[in-house]
Structures are given as C-alpha cells and as structure tokens.
T-cell receptor, first 116, second 110 residues
Framework: DTGVSQNPRHKITKRGQNVTFRCDPI?????LYWYRQTLGQGPEFLTY????????KSRLLSDRFSAERPKGSFSTLEIQRTEQGDSAMYLC??????????????FGPGTRLTVT | RKEVEQDPGPFNVPEGATVAFNCTYS??????FFWYRQDCRKEPKLLMS???SGNEDGRFTAQLNRASQYISLLIRDSKLSDSATYLC???????????FGSGTRLLVRP
C-alpha cells in the first residue's frame, strides 16, 4: 500500500526565492489537501482539491501561494517571493470521496521549508 | 478563542498507567471528530475516528459529548511507544478541511 508521498523532504531557500513542492496522494483518493504546521501548533488548513478542482482556500493562502492539481493526480504548491515567516512544515493529505470513512485524511511526510 | 482547544501538557506518566486527554471545540455544527498521533518531526497519523456512541480500539477509548462539545481519549496500560503528541481534530460542518488542536504531549517513562 503506497501512502502519500511528498518531495522534496527538506528545502532551504533564501528570502525572495520561489519554491515548489510536490505531493502524490494515495492512488484511489480523489481529494487532496495542503496544510502548514509551525512548531508547537497543529496543522493549519491551506487548500483542498477534489479531482482537479480547487474547492476551498484558506485566507492563510496569500497571493504569493498557488496550488494546482492539473490532472487530478499529483499536486504542486508554489510559494513566490518567500519570506522568513513561510518557514514551516508543509503537509499534504488525501482522502476518499466516497465509501467508508470519506473524511479520514492520511498525511504525507511533509516538506520542511527553511527560509534564510 | 481557538476552534479546538487542548491542554498542551506534557503528561508525564509511568509505564502501565492510564491517562486521559480532553479537548473542546467551539462549532456546535461540527460533524466528524478524530484523534491523530504525531511523533517528533513526523507527520500526523490517524489514531481513531470518534463516534457519537464512543468507540474503543485496543487500549484506546474515544468518547464524544456533543452537548458539552468535548472529546476525550483514554489510553490504558501506557507503553513507552505511546510517547507522542496527540492531536484533537474536528471536521467543519460544511467543509472538508480538518481543524486541529495544538496537541497534548504525552511522555511515558520506564
């Protein structure tokens, strides 16, 4: 059983640079979510997709953030002009749309971003 | 006020002890509830969903009190491997997003 995968696992970038992260969900899951987690806090929702449609975005997702899921499979999260406050763990999760437990979300290992 | 509130702990207990965590949520229309476990610098992992009638999975028992808007997790016969942060999680009423508490840290000592 292949779980959610994320790449890269770690990213160090300088302030002002753009970064892009990738998430591959569990294969039969058609909902995909992005969260951000900082030290000592629980994950905070950023956005989610059902298939290729982006259905909800948090107000945390500023104009510098964009997410895509072009073919309804993997997703990318891009941060433009990174700021030090963007340093966090970026988590991707997926879930089934139907069947038993459609609301249970399964997380990938995350991408840890450090902006210097 | 946070939407999901938890005591941050840490709870420091000996092996074999029984420990209970509570959390409260603010949105009375919330529909689904979960406990996740998170090890240091790892991703959250689903521990169990919480059903209205309460549910048990081995040494773990979860309960939901909708009237008081709180959720509990009981761990019996604690193991060293239970040391982790336990996240209380609520699904919103009209959204698929999950709302996490800040977590309760558990340390089980030999």
């Amino acid at each position: 059983d292949t779980g959610v995968s994320q790449n890269p696992r770690h990213k160090i970038t300088k302030r002002g640079q753009n970064v892009t992260f990738r998430c591959d969900p569990i294969s039969e899951h058609n909902r995909l979510y992005w969260y951000r987690q900082t030290l000592g806090q629980g994950p905070e929702f950023l956005t989610y997709f059902q298939n290729e449609a982006q259905l909800e975005k948090s107000r945390l997702l500023s104009d510098r953030f964009s997410a895509e899921r072009p073919k309804g499979s993997f997703s990318t999260l891009e941060i433009q002009r990174t700021e030090q406050g963007d340093s966090a763990m970026y988590l991707c999760a997926s879930s089934r749309a139907q069947g038993a437990s459609p609301y249970e979300q399964y997380f990938g290992p995350g991408t840890r971003l450090t902006v210097t | 006020r946070k939407e999901v509130e938890q005591d941050p702990g840490p709870f420091n207990v000996p092996e074999g002890a029984t420990v209970a965590f509570n959390c409260t949520y603010s949105n009375s229309a919330s529909q689904s509830f979960f406990w996740y476990r998170q090890d240091c610098r790892k991703e959250p992992k689903l521990l169990m969903s919480v059903y209205s009638s309460g549910n048990e999975d081995g040494r773990f028992t979860a309960q939901l009190n909708r009237a008081s808007q709180y959720i509990s997790l009981l761990i019996r016969d604690s193991k060293l491997s239970d040391s982790a942060t336990y996240l209380c999680v609520v699904k919103g009423d009209s959204s698929y997003k999950l709302i996490f508490g800040s977590g309760t840290r558990l340390l089980v000592r030999p």
